[in-house]
């Protein structure tokens, strides 16, 4: 992940297929590599106490190493000599004494105090910057935790729980494909329980592989968080006077929510147009949608070519920081800079102006994201109203049954209120 800026949850599993590592032990590597991939942030202000030079000039190697032997000390159960003693063991094999003995030397000195302990020395005070001290304890950039400060109105004790359960591991989400499948019947087959709000959901029981499982191998279900079925399922639900046979998706790979539209279109006599701009995304749209009313178009949804005040319903999931599904992908807080957001804010507007050329009169777009950031949420929103005169409506009626929904007129989920993503939803009309 280092080396090749890749994907936690895509490496880990195949590498433990590959090794033949199941069972406990797959179960032990798993929290290892997850755990100190999402809290490298402290992690790194421990370890940058104990070491004699600059984390900057430690090899990668050993850095990593480092990581790993903090996490055990100060998140695991790990007895301390022996997460000392397989780390050094560990470096000694790869590297040679020299960098056991650093690296030994380092890991002693962090073990000398637990979790708490170690809170107190290198984290802010909770008095001068109560963000950055929530931010450090749970293990999220300063920046990310300001942004979730932001979207939940500046509570900081409703912060600490959000970035608490951003920390903590998600459990499995499957959707099953309507009117092939109930979710009380999927949930019997995967041993999994129905979801408390979408009427498609199950939530997998903890360290689930869903991709082993009949149904998901099948297509009777598929792998997505409770929160996209609520925005996916709330656009289809809006009420619309006249035909409803036209449906667009302007952004769709990999094709989740294009999958649970197109089905439910289908039982609706409705079909839906699936734009996606990246060709082999497009293709895995086109899989995700196999024997579905869809067709895949690849090509840039803000130039798409496709006829205007033509579409009853549109959806435009734009592609987003993805800071609402930080829980799902351990690496991605420390990745994500700040910087990100300034091109996605532009292609994020353009996309939702397009999305309105091509809505017919009377009928609804859904704006989502999977991220609270305000800038890429509101603000978008909030902008393009003010550019095109299009009309918001408010959303939290298409969210029957779920609570804390706040004020409106977008419905912002949270992990921590919903056990879902961060999803964003706003609906806009023209
Ligand atoms: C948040 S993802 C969509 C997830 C998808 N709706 C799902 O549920 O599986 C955003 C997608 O928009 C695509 N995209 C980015 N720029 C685009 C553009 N200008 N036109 C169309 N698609 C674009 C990205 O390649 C990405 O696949």
């Known amino acids: 992940m280092r080396e090749r800026d890749a994907y936690a949850n895509l490496v880990l599993p195949s590498l433990l297929r590959q090794r033949g590592i199941n069972g406990r032990d797959a179960a032990l590597a798993t929290e290892l590599c997850y755990g100190t991939c999402r809290a490298q942030g402290l992690l790194d202000a421990v370890l940058q106490s104990c070491a004699d030079r600059p984390l900057s000039e430690v090899e990668g190697e050993l850095l990593d190493a480092l990581r790993l032997g903090s996490y055990q000390l100060l998140r695991t159960r790990v007895p301390p000599h022996a997460a000392v003693a397989t ?4 470096v000694r094999a790869s590297r040679g004494s020299a960098a056991a003995g650093f690296v030994n030397a380092v890991l002693r000195r962090v073990g000398e105090q637990d979790e708490g302990g170690w809170v107190q020395t290198v984290v802010p005070a909770v008095d001068d910057d109560p963000v950055g001290y929530l931010a450090m304890v749970h293990s999220h950039p300063r920046w990310i935790a300001q942004a979730f400060a932001d979207a939940l109105g500046g509570d900081l004790d409703e912060l600490a729980h959000a970035l608490a359960t951003d920390d903590a591991r998600p459990l499995v989400h499957l959707a ?55 925005v996916t399922l709330a656009l289809a639900g809006v009420p619309l006077e006249g035909a409803d046979t036209r449906w667009l998706d302007l ?10 539209l197109g089905a439910l279109g289908a039982t609706r006599g409705a079909s839906l147009e699936a734009v996606e701009k990246a060709e082999h995304r497009a293709r895995l749209v086109g899989q995700a949608c196999a024997g579905l009313p869809v067709t895949v178009h690849v090509v840039d949804g803000r130039d798409s070519g496709l006829p205007e005040r033509a579409y009853d319903r549109v959806l435009v999931d734009a592609p987003c920081t993805g800071l609402g599904a930080l829980r799902r992908r351990p690496e991605a807080r420390w990745r994500r800079r700040p910087d990100d957001l300034a091109g996605l804010l532009r292609l994020q507007r353009e996309l939702l102006v397009a999305a309105l050329r091509l809505l017919r009169p009377g009928g609804v777009v859904a704006y989502v994201t999977c991220s609270p950031h305000p800038d890429e949420t509101v603000c978008v929103v909030a902008d393009v109203v003010r550019r095109t005169g299009a009309e918001q409506l408010d959303a939290r009626p298409q969210f029957p049954g779920v609570p804390a929904l706040g004020e409106g007129p977008h419905v ?19």
Not at 198 to 227: F, I, N
Not at 416 to 429: I, S, V, W
Request: with cysteine; proline share 8%; hydrophobic share 35%.
């Open 87 to 90: 780390t050094v063991d560990l």
């Open 176 to 230: 099953t494909r309507p009117g092939q499948i109930s979710a009380a019947e999927l949930a019997g087959l995967t041993g999994g329980r129905v979801a408390p709000y979408s009427p498609y959901g199950v939530h997998l029981a903890d360290g689930g592989d869903p991709g082993e499982l009949a149904p998901v191998r099948d297509h009777l279900a598929q792998v997505q968080d409770e929160g996209s079925q609520l």
């Open 251 to 260: 952004c769709a790979g990999p094709g989740g929510k294009a999958a649970l």
């Open 412 to 430: 912002q989920l949270w992990p921590h209120r919903h056990g879902t993503d961060a999803m964003f939803c706003a609906f806009l009309c023209r």
